[in-house]
């Protein structure tokens, strides 16, 4: 895996794998190249929605006050996620880090303004976090806790 687009392939191949509409679970991946900011993915189970930005943190480099996204949350991206939140929907970042092999998640409040972590900031963050791997189990298990029930 080596960019974005390369997680988001991986991520969308897993959940059509794992759900279809009779499942409970439904997703589709925008691709609106005119309107910045929409989430990389819309996640449907039952009458909730999320709406899913995934970032990939290529390295953790060794300078503690390095940022760790190459490319970071944009302010209209995390406008999207804040938008999606006010009108009731869940609305989560979500971030690979390729050395750790799996996802973190923040809820759109935990993202920074600037977009992006400082090295030793994000260790710390994610120290209390709990780790989900890209394939159908562990994206259940990110689903399922996202929408704080089984599925």
Avoid at 112 to 132: A, C, Y
Wanted: net charge neutral.
């Amino acid at each position: 895996m080596k960019t974005e687009n390369d997680l988001n392939a991986i991520f969308s191949k897993n959940l059509r794998t794992m759900w279809g509409v009779h499942d409970g679970i439904f997703h589709y991946k925008p691709n609106d190249r005119i309107t910045d900011g929409v989430s990389d993915f819309l996640i449907w189970s039952k009458s909730e929605t999320l709406a899913l930005e995934n970032k990939l943190c290529k390295s953790m480099d060794v300078n503690s006050k390095a940022k760790i996204l190459g490319h970071p949350f944009s302010g209209a991206q995390i406008t999207f996620l804040e938008s999606q939140k006010l009108v009731g929907n869940k609305a989560y970042g979500a971030v690979y880090v390729l050395e750790h092999k799996g996802f973190y998640l923040f809820e759109h409040a935990e993202i920074p303004k600037t977009g992006n972590w400082k090295t030793d900031e994000f260790l710390d963050i994610i120290s209390t976090k709990e780790k989900f791997i890209t394939n159908p189990e562990g994206l259940k298990r990110m689903l399922e806790y996202v929408f704080g029930r089984l599925l």
